[in-house]
């Protein structure tokens, strides 16, 4: 009786923190427009837009051209999430700074998104394309509605994190990582009460948990038990990222028996979205707390992030200092899939050769970032295998689709795994 009284008064505590994110969205999503007049907001759960430097001609035209600013957050112009307002009958052609690095090029291929019911579903524009410095893209038709909310990719707030991970309570292979509450908590980013900062457009950041759980079969207890970390949403905009690692974890929480093989075989502590202030403010690739940090370069011995001091602590007493596989999950560029990893012969591993097989646009990149997640894996866990999966922006891609994908990132683990147990039998063999 005392623990069913804890666990309902932990779960009362979690409530509230994710209906203080939700009630954010819903208020401005119901405050509407002003009678014939286009405007904007994005005071939402990663919402982001420069307002003041958004311009708008021909408002009174059924045709405007909307220049959309980007905030002044380190490496700007990829993440977009905005409601705009007064659009009744009106097709507005957007036109977006290009983001200045190697996105640039594939922004051709790239598609925006619209939902009709304040975020809840998303369709994709139909069209796009790069003109000189902008990108460009028009409504299919007028609009029906008044306040349609706009973003660059399929978005994923901390909210559908919080969510997602309420729905693994139940399940016989999810529990607490030891260290870390009831609630799947690690611990709260500091937001504004604890750290003293605000976001570049000077708001408030809310404490957003640091949510970390373990997917196992607790009847299969054994020595040679594998060590798995899987991470993402360090890169606060990378959005597609966290469908794809949503997917994988459902997978491996399913009755599928690869599901139920790799629950025997391995313990796999998931960290479903490692900078939370980053992904609440609408940042790119940093946090509020850090402005001018990349996040996947902060995984050293200093980190700026609270959030990644926490988990770098926390991550190594939870594995023991020892992890057979890290994978941290990224989207970059536009329309590409790729696997980043920093061994010379990662295009011979089995992860990387089992979806390439699934998904043969797959690419391998030699890719070694000092203070990433997978090398900070590397050098501090021991790993035989640690890279990124980055699935980048794919247009046309519904969750369901990044889901899928998941999935398949499911059913490569296990033959990482059972390449490695191979190579330990040959080890222990000579
Ligand atoms: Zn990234």
Same mark, same amino acid.
Do not use: C
């Given at each position: 009786m005392k623990k069913e009284k804890g666990r309902r008064n932990a779960t009362r505590r979690w409530g509230r923190d994710l209906s203080a994110l939700v009630i954010l969205g819903t208020a401005v999503w119901a405050a509407g427009p002003l009678a014939g007049e286009i405007s904007f907001s994005q005071d939402f759960d990663s919402g982001s837009l420069n307002i003041e430097e958004t311009t708008v001609e021909g408002a009174e035209t059924d045709e405007p051209v909307i220049t959309l600013a980007p905030r002044n957050i380190l490496s700007t112009g990829r993440w977009f999430h905005f409601d705009i307002s007064g659009v009744q009958g009106k097709r507005p052609t957007f036109r977006v700074p290009a983001v200045r690095d190697a996105n640039r090029a594939h922004l051709a291929d790239h598609r925006y998104v619209f939902s009709l019911d304040g975020g809840?579903?998303?369709?994709?524009?139909?069209?796009?394309?790069?003109?000189?410095?902008?990108?460009?893209?028009?409504?299919?038709?007028?609009?029906?509605?008044?306040?349609?909310?706009?973003?660059?990719?399929?978005?994923?707030?901390?909210?559908?994190?919080?969510?997602?991970?309420?729905?693994?309570?139940?399940?016989?292979?999810?529990?607490?990582?030891?260290?870390?509450d009831r609630q799947f908590v690690v611990d709260f980013s500091p937001g504004t009460e604890k750290g003293g900062h605000r976001d570049d457009i000077g708001r408030e950041i809310p404490r957003l948990p640091i949510i970390g759980y373990r997917i196992t079969d607790p009847d299969a207890d054994? /020595? %040679? *038990?594998?060590?798995?970390?899987?991470?993402?949403?360090?890169? &606060?905009? $990378?959005?597609?990222?966290?469908? @794809?690692? /949503? %997917? *994988?974890?459902?997978?491996?929480?399913?009755?599928?028996?690869? &599901?139920? $093989?790799?629950?025997?075989?391995? @313990?796999?502590?998931?960290?479903?979205?490692?900078?939370?202030?980053?992904?609440?403010?609408?940042?790119?690739?940093?946090?509020?707390?850090?402005?001018?940090?990349?996040?996947?370069?902060?995984?050293?011995?200093?980190?700026?992030?609270?959030?990644?001091?926490?988990?770098?602590?926390?991550?190594?007493?939870?594995?023991g200092g020892s992890a057979a596989v890290v994978i941290d999950y990224h989207s970059h560029r536009d329309g590409e899939m790729e696997i980043w990893d920093g061994r010379?012969?990662?295009?011979?591993?089995?992860?990387?050769?089992?979806?390439?097989?699934?998904?043969?646009?797959?690419?391998?990149?030699?890719?070694?970032?000092?203070?990433?997640?997978?090398?900070?894996?590397?050098?501090?866990?021991?790993?035989?295998?640690?890279?990124?999966?980055?699935?980048?922006?794919?247009?046309?891609?519904?969750?369901?689709?990044?889901?899928?994908?998941?999935?398949?990132?499911?059913?490569?683990?296990?033959?990482?795994?059972?390449?490695?147990?191979?190579?330990?039998?040959?080890?222990?063999?000579?």
């Open positions: 809840e579903t998303f369709s994709y524009f139909k069209n796009g394309d790069r003109d000189g410095d902008q990108y460009v893209f028009t409504a299919d038709e007028p609009f029906a509605q008044e306040t349609v909310r706009i973003a660059y990719s399929l978005p994923y707030p901390v909210a559908r994190t919080v969510e997602h991970t309420r729905g693994l309570f139940g399940s016989s292979w999810v529990s607490p990582i030891p260290g870390s054994h /020595e %040679g *038990k594998f060590r798995v970390v899987l991470t993402s949403g360090t890169h &606060a905009s $990378e959005t597609t990222g966290n469908h @794809v690692l /949503e %997917g *994988k974890i459902d997978f491996l929480v399913s009755d599928d028996p690869v &599901a139920a $093989e790799l629950r025997r075989m391995a @313990v796999m502590d998931v960290y479903p979205q490692v900078n939370p202030e980053g992904r609440w403010a609408g940042y790119m690739r940093s946090s509020p707390e850090a402005p001018r940090v990349n996040v996947n370069r902060d995984w050293h011995d200093d980190p700026q992030n609270t959030p990644v001091k926490t988990l770098t602590e926390f991550i190594k007493s939870a594995t010379d012969d990662g295009n011979q591993r089995p992860y990387f050769r089992f979806l390439k097989d699934l998904h043969p646009p797959l690419r391998f990149l030699h890719w070694r970032g000092n203070g990433s997640v997978s090398t900070w894996a590397r050098e501090n866990l021991n790993t035989v295998e640690s890279f990124i999966v980055e699935t980048g922006f794919l247009a046309g891609w519904q969750a369901e689709d990044y889901h899928d994908f998941g999935r398949n990132n499911g059913l490569a683990l296990l033959q990482v795994l059972r390449a490695i147990e191979k190579e330990r039998a040959a080890n222990e063999g000579n």
